[in-house]
Nanobody
Framework: QVQLVESGGALVQPGGSLRLSCAAS????????MSWYRQAPGKERELVAT????????NYADFVKGRFIISRDNAKNGMYLQMNSLRPEDTAVYYC??????????????WGKGTLVTVSS
């Protein structure tokens, strides 16, 4: 059974930090690129950051560059998001995504259920 379980969401003051975790099971974690997405109330889900299968390359949305760091540990089947200098506009449910392309056969995505991050004084 495939599972992606996010944790670490909390209420934090502006300027604060949080570290989110995503625990994966039920599939070969190292075969999947991993990403964090977020969805704020009344808005569409948006990509926050992506890390390649081996962790050798990362990409970030402009609105988190220089503040967030994505990482993974394939030995522990885990992915992480270190969030610094948090702003009220970072308030959202954060989702873990696993993505794999099977060439002409298409792609497969797995999603977690999300963890809520609230940035407020």
């Amino acid at each position: 059974q495939v599972q992606l379980v996010e944790s670490g969401g909390a209420l934090v003051q502006p300027g604060g930090s949080l570290r989110l975790s995503c625990a994966a099971s039920g599939f070969t974690f190292s075969n999947y690129a991993m990403s964090w997405y977020r969805q704020a109330p009344g808005k569409e889900r948006e990509l926050v950051a992506t890390i390649t299968r081996a962790g050798s390359s990362t990409n970030y949305a402009d609105f988190v560059k220089g503040r967030f760091i994505i990482s993974r540990d394939n030995a522990k089947n885990g992915m992480y998001l270190q969030m610094n200098s948090l702003r009220p506009e970072d308030t959202a449910v954060y989702y873990c995504n696993a993505h794999r392309v099977f060439g002409s056969l298409g792609a497969r995505d797995y999603w977690g259920k999300g963890t809520l991050v609230t940035v407020s004084s």
